[in-house]
């Protein structure tokens, strides 16, 4: 990467031009592509800097850690649960974040939308999608999505707001477009198969945002960019 600017102020202006610029690109408002600053391995200070900066949803990827480090955090960011999620976890977690974007099977949907009606949570959810059919990837397989969202669409509890895929690791951005861009079109598809809106797509991090915002992300996943390299 380039070297970054010193502050963290600077760093946002720096992101939020280039998604501007793609936005432009692409004919979209670039209030609809937000910044969801990834603060895992990051302390409340940051977590602080963040906010004050006026970003408003703050992503973990662990329970736990996201346990720990939320009820020392001052402002009140929105938490989302950006990684993996296990059953034994699904209490823990829908006491802590308001969104989860890595839904990837029925039974966790199931299990998702059972402790929320015990629970009285009213969980926001997105589906996580295995676009490029990588073994090594959590997601769910295109072929199996219509029934999926058709479980969703099911629940008492569970909102399902979009879809979220992760590109495969590639130094080149512009490799991770066509799986941006699948991502849209069977999130069309869905919308189109059961007359429905699902208006968040969780794409592009800090290697690729801008093209993930071309390709129509409504949620750019930002971590090392804003933050530095994690330790
Ligand atoms: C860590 C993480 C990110 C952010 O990664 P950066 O490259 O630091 O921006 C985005 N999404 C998920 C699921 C992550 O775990």
């Not at 502050?7 to 979209?28: M, P, T």
């Not at 676009?131 to 199996?144: A, H, L, T």
């Amino acid at each position: 990467m380039d070297t970054m600017p010193e502050s963290f102020e600077e760093r946002l202006a720096a992101i939020k031009a280039i998604v501007a610029d793609a936005c432009a690109k692409a004919g979209r408002d670039p209030a609809d592509a937000e910044i969801i600053a990834v603060t895992k391995t990051r302390g409340p200070e940051e977590v602080r800097e963040a906010w004050e900066a006026g970003l408003r949803i703050m992503g973990e990827n662990k329970v736990q850690e996201a346990a720990a480090k939320i009820p020392a955090c001052v402002g009140g960011p929105e938490w989302h649960l950006i990684g993996h999620l296990q059953k034994n976890k699904v209490r823990h977690a829908l006491s802590l974040f308001t969104t989860i974007h890595s839904v990837d099977s029925a039974e966790l949907l199931a299990a998702i939308d059972r402790v929320a009606d015990e629970d009285g949570h009213d969980p926001h959810v997105l589906l996580e999608v295995n676009v490029s059919g990588e073994s090594s990837k959590f997601g769910i397989r295109p072929d199996d999505l219509p029934s999926i969202v058709e479980t969703a669409l099911s629940c008492r509890r569970i909102t399902l707001e979009g879809f979220m895929t992760m590109a495969p690791f590639s130094p080149n951005p512009e490799d991770a477009r066509p799986h941006f861009a699948r991502l849209r079109e069977l999130r069309d598809e869905m919308e189109r198969r059961f007359g429905a809106t699902f208006p968040r797509l969780s794409m592009g991090m800090s290697g690729d945002y801008a093209v993930a915002a071309e390709e129509g992300a409504t949620w750019l996943r930002i971590g090392t960019a804003l933050f530095g390299p994690r330790h």
